[in-house]
Nanobody, 123 residues
Framework: QVQLVESGGGLVQAGGSLRLSCAAS????????MGWFRQAPGKPREFVAA??????FFSDSVKGRFTVGGDNARSTVWLQKDSLKPEDTAVYYC??????????????????WGQGTQVTVSS
């Protein structure tokens, strides 16, 4: 049963932009908090951004370059990534929780995860 589906990954040059989208279905369709994490080769998964209700959260590494938004009624979230850098290269994962989580940057707060979408930024 599909829960979260990401789209929008791909290859982009440094300085360019990319927009990721995620749609929830099934048990994840009642998500209140939806977030994005990423994992680069050989590195642990790290928090990128999240939206909980109308509040948004960002990691320091993307603050000012990435924006996050969505539609609670449709259980969707998007991540607009501007001024991309080669170090943004990673697999990006959508995550969702039906709760207003206390710590949106913690992966353990989320019950549902997408399969991930590759983003590659060339220098």
């Amino acid at each position: 049963q599909v829960q979260l589906v990401e789209s929008g990954g791909g290859l982009v040059q440094a300085g360019g932009s990319l927009r990721l989208s995620c749609a929830a279905s099934g048990r994840a369709s009642g998500a209140f908090t939806m977030g994005w994490f990423r994992q680069a080769p050989g590195k642990p998964r790290e928090f990128v951004a999240a939206r909980s209700g109308t509040s948004t959260f960002f990691s320091d590494s993307v603050k000012g370059r990435f924006t996050v938004g969505g539609d609670n009624a449709r259980s969707t979230v998007w991540l607009q990534k501007d001024s991309l850098k080669p170090e943004d290269t990673a697999v990006y994962y959508c995550a969702a929780s039906v709760r207003a989580v206390r710590s949106p940057s913690q992966a353990s707060e989320y019950e549902f995860w997408g399969q991930g979408t590759q983003v590659t930024v060339s220098s």
